[in-house]
């Protein structure tokens, strides 16, 4: 239902969690892995970087390049063909005001550089913020001629304004995974294992959107404004892109096959062209890390990589790297 060309917000729990999503089949390939690693930054600051070359060019003969584990954030846009937004029946709601509030991801084995993959998606959760609804939508990806689980995504999107639709005394909350699933994040009051600082580019947003979310909120002034920003913002996972490559080069020497899970929440916008500080911190095989936008000093993102091991060498510390303050 639209009222001046604005949606007004409605939440009907029982018909969005009935919904049956279709699958979504879909193939990608290498020149599609180049081109995400360029818009989360590789090679932005060294274009023959030794730690980031692999991901975009077949180095020294190497026969695939590599895909970062985070170009497995990109399988989801394929369920609302790359606009950002995902169509459950039963929830309407501003797709202006629509924000990504979290990323979980799963990685099962090392992403392929190709493949003919297929999505399967459900509702993970759905909660009722009385300001907003956040809604969990699961992905998870298979090989298409195998059935080989590659990974699972879990997005989280805050729907501002959509809020306030629970009939009972309790707000609702709905989920179907474990709640020690995702811990919360608390930044430790200790100094960082390592830190690095990424600077992004203004075009950074205009080129991230090629990899497969046109969401105009990051490439429209106008959309921007109608969401409450100056101008367009970066998008969530292009952030989570720059923060898992500053984990992946600091403690895993660039290989990005080294990489188990990813979750990151998103505390704030981040702007075109600000400089991203990521800030390390080594627990064991998890490496917890908060992004700041240094400009504003401030805290936009936060979240944990964990990893499949940590070299004994760098487990006090990090590996000594361009790019590292
Ligand atoms: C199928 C895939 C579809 C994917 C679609 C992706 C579309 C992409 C869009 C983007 O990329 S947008 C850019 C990236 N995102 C952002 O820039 C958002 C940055 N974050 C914020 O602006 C704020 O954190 C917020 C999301 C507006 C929330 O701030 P607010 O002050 O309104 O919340 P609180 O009052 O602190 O908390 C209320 C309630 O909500 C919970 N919560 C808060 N932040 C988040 C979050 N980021 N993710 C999930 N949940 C969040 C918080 O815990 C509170 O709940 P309770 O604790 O009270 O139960």
Redesign the pocket.
Known sequence: MATNGRTVASVDPDVALAYKFPEVSFAYDERDVALYALGVGACGADAVDDKELHLVHHRDGQRHIKALPTFASLF??K??NGR???NVPGIHFDASL?????QYIEIYKPIPSCASVVNK?KVAGL?D?G??T?LE?E?TTSLKDSGEVLCM?R????L?GAGGFSDSSRPYSYTTYPANQISRISIPNSAPSAVYEDQTQQSQALLYRLSG?Y?P??SDPMVAQVAGFTRP?????C?LGFAARAVIKSFCNGDPAAVRNIFG??????YPGETLVTEMWVDGQRVQYQTKAKERDRA?LSGYVLLKHIPSSLSSGADNGGGRL
């Open positions: 989801p846009n369920n609302s950002g937004i995902v629509l924000l990504h509030g979290q998606v909660h913020k300001k907003a956040i939508i992905t995504n997005s989280t999107i805050f501002r979310d969401n909120l990051h913002i970066l998008h969530g996972l952030t929440r998103f505390l704030l916008h981040v936009v």
